[in-house]
């Protein structure tokens, strides 16, 4: 698909991974829509891509509110458009071992608010943004992509019980969608990040950033463009879907 004048939404895009990514099709000319929940990031974001010369309006939304995403997408179509991408990268993390214990003794546990937050934005905001792309899509009879952005920890990673679940669920539903939607024109695809240089990453301990890219086999962490570029590879290949991209340098845990 060109990019060119087609409007794409992208979810947590006012700051990290999502504004790289607006970045990077915002060069290409595409038109954007910013979704996020904070409504002064998305100010900051706009005004920032103008002054590069890209197109981008901001939207507020919760993810994980049918009714928020619904009035969203219709505000897109309305203002900009019908929607001709959907790119899923808005996400959490509230990392905690399902249990510890001492001594035989257990001292903590995962809590279930916990569990239902991380699963709430990073799985069923997928699913919701991802219904409302396809619906647009079908209706305005055109060609679509939707990109959903999972995480190398959809394998499994000690802590994240939460984060892995909903990641590896992500992926499937970019399998399911691929099989589902192709009648329709749409394709799908993943893009599972490995460790990047992100305000989330630039908030740990020097040391254990260190620990971290040593264990990378490139010998050091990823860069937001980076993904970006995954991105922009599935959006622009017309036979690309229903598979992932695992941009990690290398790395497995």
Known sequence: MKLDGRVIAITG???????????????????LALLDISGEALDSAVSALAREGVDAQGVVVDVADE???AQAFAD??????????????????DDALMVKAKEGQVETRMS?????RVIDINLTGVFLCGREAATQMIEARHEGVIVNISSISKAGNPGQS???AAKAGVHALTVTWAAELARYGIRTGTVAPGFINTDMTASMRP????????????????????????V????????????IIECDGGLRL
């Open 13 to 31: 895009g006012a700051q990290g991974l999502g504004y790289a990514v607006a970045q990077q099709l915002g060069k290409k000319g595409a038109r």
């Open 67 to 69: 009714a928020s995403v």
């Open 76 to 93: 897109i179509a309305e203002k900009q458009g019908p929607i001709s991408g959907c790119v899923n990268n808005a996400g959490i993390t």
């Open 112 to 116: 279930l608010a916990a569990w239902q």
């Open 162 to 164: 939460n984060y892995a």
């Open 207 to 230: 040391d254990m950033l260190e620990r971290i890219a040593s264990k990378v086999p490139l010998k050091r962490l990823g860069e937001p463009e980076n993904i970006a570029q995954s």
């Open 232 to 243: 922009a590879f599935i959006l622009e290949n017309d036979y690309f879907s229903g598979r």
